[in-house]
């Protein structure tokens, strides 16, 4: 009876996720695959030293954008949480983790990121991420505390909570709530 009763719950859970993604699918913003997958920033014209030379375009590293799902475009340099670990691999699955990473543009080019990254787990496909997004964007709205109004000086406003899995999300909402970013809080 304890294993039957387990995999009930497992399904229910499978399918609340399932279920807040179907409700809130049209809230993710279009480029927000792009920017989980790690965006190189394309800009004009060289403004300083610590902008990294790509032909005719740059890519300012201070601010790499993304990189928050692990996939082809996307090289983990060096994991940071959890402590001890030095490959991807021996992350155990369903655990978040943070990292400095390297991100790939279309033409193959590594690009550094200089921040941290807060990783989603290694196992979590586009689809699960999303899911979970939706899971924690369909809470928020339940419930008013989670999410942060936007401060005067600021593009996003922020919700959080807590996934299906236990640990924390935080999602970056445009003024009219698409959804633009989320990573793990950790």
Not at 32 to 48: A, C, Q, R, T, Y
Not at 140 to 145: E, F, G, N, T, V
Request: with cysteine; glycine share 6%; charged share 30%.
């Amino acid at each position: 009876m304890g294993l039957e009763k387990h995999l009930d719950e497992l399904v229910e859970i499978i399918n609340k996720r399932k279920n807040s993604f179907l409700k809130y699918s049209s809230k993710f913003d279009e480029n927000f695959i792009n920017h989980l997958s790690g965006d190189v920033e394309i800009i004009k014209p060289k403004l300083s030293d610590i902008w990294i030379n790509s032909k005719e375009w740059l890519y300012r590293g201070l601010q790499g954008q993304g990189g928050h799902w692990l996939n082809e475009s996307l090289i983990v340099r060096d994991i940071i949480y959890p402590s001890g670990i030095s490959k991807v691999k021996d992350i155990p699955p369903d655990i978040p983790f943070r990292a400095r990473i390297g991100v790939k543009s279309l033409k193959g080019k590594l690009f550094p990121k200089n921040e941290i990254s807060s990783m989603f787990p290694r196992n979590w496909s586009k689809e699960r991420i999303m899911e979970e997004v939706a899971f924690v964007y369909e809470n928020a709205q339940k419930d008013a505390s989670l999410t942060k109004r936007m401060a005067t000086n600021s593009n996003f406003g922020k919700i959080e909570g807590e996934c299906t899995n236990g640990f924390k999300i935080l999602i970056e909402i445009d003024i009219n709530g698409n959804i633009m970013n989320a990573y793990p809080k950790l």
